[in-house]
């Protein structure tokens, strides 16, 4: 077996343990820490305290924490992750509803930043010293400092309000009417993404700038070869590497800001799921969701050092 | 004497006819508003609120799934927005002379959206599912103690045996668990019944993606299709109302329902031309709740001192920017409101007399008030009326979710908002929140007079009657402050002007199904 792939099935034997790890924390801190009756949650003002102690034996709240921790392990064995408290539906399609809106958003915010980041760090680096460079560089600040939220609402007042451009911005599977849905999701992966573009631009230029200092840049340019082959062609691949890093260990924080962005373009992600579950103490949700979660996220930092490997062949997994 | 036996006579005939006017009236909105033969018009869409969870009726629906239900379900009778019923799926309905028994003679024209026969048995089988613990419906304790049982005396007429006359029970059905479902549907899709809900209204359900929205689509088999003059409606859920009300101004919405508009949106589109604001035609209410069985609430002068402390003016002026009511009481509308009364008002000098009797001065500790995050302001605004009379109080915040459940359990004696929605009758509320037996006492209120009121109005079907008795009651609970009631306001439901046939039912739910543009 080629050493790559013994590397790739080692990180997926580790990431047994840290889901187990994770959700277990959840589990306990849900029930503990956070509190709270979900029975409580559900019945809103038509709740009395017998019915929810009813509820609460009905749905196995009732039985000691470490026994609902084993039961809920058992029944993931066989791929089952329970059902929702408060939808009626099981935690795997509630999931999965929900995926395919927050893998959309994530990725289109993803190469829509990338698509801006790469030619500006290019840009700011090399042509630091013009006012053009200069302007994009406190472009890059505003776009980290504004929050996504606040640029969402911006975005739906000016494209959706004085413009008119939204009339049908109502969410759509992609499935099913691919034009309209890329229209939903245009503004909020803008909103996802600015961010994200700006700091990774700041990201490149500078790991760029540093590339551009090195002998085997000034060995190039005393080769007499052309600037732009310098730069595109030998620093720059030496300074995408931080920038893959970069990008890989955005992941957790897109996913986060996902939340947000989800609930102001009333996108039905995993995000808004996730967060209304925790506020409605709907356990099964928060754990499948959890999981799912911490599955991306190891899986995302796996193939960042997949792709170290590719773009620097130096690199090797031992 | 004979005159004014008369006049009485004449003006109760004169009320009833009243009645019938307004509850055809009522239900031409709904069920025929748009001439025979007209066309229908395309989509509508909605904007409500997020906390949408359930399509079935009887269990977990919450606010925002109550606008959609009243497309997909039908009650047996509906209230105008006078609080005056008028019959949907029962022709009529009467009372028996013991008061124990009310019969309900149904449509004989009306099947399922899966195609089942609406019939008594259905009637019967609606009212037993909620009944049955294992259901979990949450509606159960409504009826729970007063229905005995529901007979199908033929496929056209329903009786209902009650434990005791009791008639609040016709307000009960209409909210969610009077909208019939279809038993068929219920068995053939179980648990999954709330995402494939199957009823009799004028639209059938299409799909729900959820988390965003719900589609229906116009029933071609509904029993007044003419009446019906949207072909589809959308309702698009949103997390945030300032959203929901920018999609508005951008036509990307057609009507925005949810509880919780800012006011200065409200008063926003008041202002232009292009959009109409229709308000509730009832009221919620917020107050200050205490505990009464716990020191120091215990101490009534203690709990008036606080209720003449509260500059309800000043709340609603900076609050909520002038809109709603500053009022000190709970019932605001419907026949049972007293226009005379309008609670205790504003009187800092009472208030400290009042905190000197209590004795409460001398101790040094200040009090606890619990105040839901998302109205931060209210509380301080309170603490610091409070604080104006010489009480000392300090602030401590909980999640809008946590609020009411822990007053439920008892973890929290002085709190605010309770806020609540008035039920289609006085007894709705009254009952579960200051009856000692009501379910919903988290005040843990307990005033044998008002037992006394509360059940004598509930049993009795003479409407004057009933009022005066709840007017009393009304007072005393006002007056012993274990709530201290400052805001009364109604929903508001914002359209573009073009909007036709939306209307509130009296339990601040829209009903939508005959709304078109």
């Known amino acids: ?318 | 004497m004979r005159t004014r036996s008369g006049r009485v006579g004449s003006r109760l005939t004169r009320r009833r006819f009243m009645a019938t006017v307004a509850g055809t009236l009522g239900a031409t909105t709904l069920y025929s508003r748009a001439p025979a033969g007209a066309q229908t018009k395309g989509t509508l869409r909605i904007a409500r609120g997020a906390n949408a969870r359930s399509l079935d009726p009887h269990i977990n629906a919450r606010l925002y799934d109550r606008l959609v239900l009243y497309t997909l379900y039908e009650p047996l009778i509906d209230a105008d927005d006078r609080g005056n019923f008028f019959p949907v799926l029962a022709r009529s309905w009467e009372v028996g002379s013991t008061g124990r028994v009310v019969t309900f003679h149904l449509r004989s024209d009306v099947v399922f959206h899966d195609g089942t026969p609406f019939t008594a048995d259905v009637v019967k089988y609606n009212i037993e599912r909620i009944l049955d613990p294992a259901t979990g419906s949450e509606h159960r304790a409504r009826f729970e103690g007063i229905i005995q049982g529901v007979r199908a005396a033929n496929a056209a007429t329903a009786q209902f045996y009650l434990t005791r006359p009791y008639p609040p029970l016709l307000s009960e059905l209409i909210d969610r668990p009077g909208l019939m479902v279809s038993p068929a549907a219920v068995r053939k899709y179980g648990k999954d019944f709330a995402r494939n809900p199957v009823g009799t209204g004028p639209f059938k359900f299409v799909e729900w993606i959820q988390g965003s929205r719900v589609t229906v689509q116009r029933n071609q088999r509904y029993w007044n299709v003419k009446a019906i003059r949207s072909e589809q409606m959308i309702f698009q859920d949103f997390p945030e109302p300032a959203v929901a009300d920018a999609q508005l101004r951008g036509g990307q919405v057609d009507v925005v329902t949810l509880e919780d508009l800012p006011a200065e949106d409200v008063l926003a589109f008041q202002k232009d031309s292009g959009y109409l604001v229709i308000p509730s035609p009832a009221y919620s209410w917020s107050a200050i709740q205490m505990k009464e069985d716990v020191p120091p609430f215990d101490n009534r002068d203690l709990r008036q001192a606080i209720m003449y402390a509260i500059d309800r003016e000043q709340i609603v002026k900076v609050i909520y920017h002038g809109l709603g009511k500053a009022t000190g009481k709970f019932f605001h509308e419907g026949w049972w409101a007293d226009p005379r009364y309008n609670g205790p008002a504003y009187n800092p000098d009472l208030a400290r007399q009042k905190l000197k009797a209590s004795g409460y001065l001398d101790r040094p500790a200040p009090l606890l008030l619990y105040v839901q995050s998302s109205t931060v302001p209210l509380g301080e605004m309170v603490q610091a009326q409070m604080q104006a009379i010489g009480l000392r109080v300090n602030i401590r915040l909980v999640s809008e979710r946590d609020l009411y459940p822990m007053v439920l359990r008892g973890e929290i004696p002085f709190s605010i908002p309770a806020t609540w929605t008035p039920r289609p009758d006085p007894n709705g509320l009254a009952y579960i929140l200051w009856d000692s037996r009501g379910y919903a006492n988290t005040s843990h209120y307990r005033n044998p007079q008002v037992d006394k009121l509360l059940d004598a109005a509930a049993a009795t079907y003479d409407r004057n009657e009933r009022a005066r008795l709840y007017r009393q009651a009304e007072r005393l609970i006002v007056d012993d402050a274990s709530y201290v009631f400052y805001y009364a306001s109604p929903d508001y439901a914002i359209m573009r002007r073009g909007v036709q046939g939306f209307r509130y039912g009296f339990d601040l739910i829209p009903r939508v199904a005959g709304a078109w543009m």
């Open chain 1, 1 to 318: 077996m080629p050493a790559m792939w013994r590397y790739v099935l080692r990180r997926m034997l580790v990431l047994i343990p840290t889901v187990a790890l994770v959700t277990f924390g959840i589990f306990f801190l849900m029930r503990t820490a956070v509190g709270g009756d979900p029975t409580l949650y559900l019945m809103g003002h038509e709740a009395t305290l017998q019915q929810a102690a009813q509820a609460r034996t009905r749905l196995g709240l009732d039985r000691p924490i470490i026994v609902q921790y084993a039961e809920w392990l058992r029944r993931l064995g066989s791929l089952d992750l329970g059902r929702s408290f408060e939808y009626p539906m099981d935690v795997g399609p509630a999931l999965a509803g929900r995926l395919p809106a927050t893998l959309e958003l994530t990725l289109m915010a993803t190469v829509l930043a990338l698509l801006v980041a790469v030619p500006a760090g290019v840009f700011t680096a090399v042509g630091r010293h013009t006012p053009l460079g200069r302007a994009m560089s406190a472009a890059t600040m505003a776009g980290i400092c504004v929050p996504n939220f606040w640029l969402g609402m911006l975005l739906i007042y000016v494209f959706g309000v004085k413009l008119g451009w939204l009339a049908n911005s109502a969410y759509v599977p992609l499935p099913e009417n691919w034009r309209q849905n890329l229209g939903s999701m245009a503004l909020p992966a803008v909103s996802l993404a600015a961010y994200y573009a700006a700091s990774w631009t700041r990201y490149l230029n500078t790991a760029l700038l540093v590339a551009l200092q090195h002998d085997y840049v000034r060995v190039a340019q005393a080769k007499g070869l052309a600037d732009r082959t310098v730069v595109l062609k030998h620093a720059l691949r030496n300074a995408i590497i931080p920038m893959v890093t970069a990008v890989g260990q955005s992941v957790p924080y897109m996913l986060a800001g996902a939340v947000i962005v989800e609930a102001v373009f009333s996108l039905p992600g995993l995000g808004r799921l996730l967060s209304d579950a925790i506020q409605s103490r709907d356990y099964p949700i928060v754990q499948g969701a959890v999981l799912l979660v911490t599955a991306a996220v190891v899986a995302s930092s796996l193939a960042v050092d997949v792709a170290y490997g590719v773009l620097d062949p130096r690199i090797r997994y031992d």
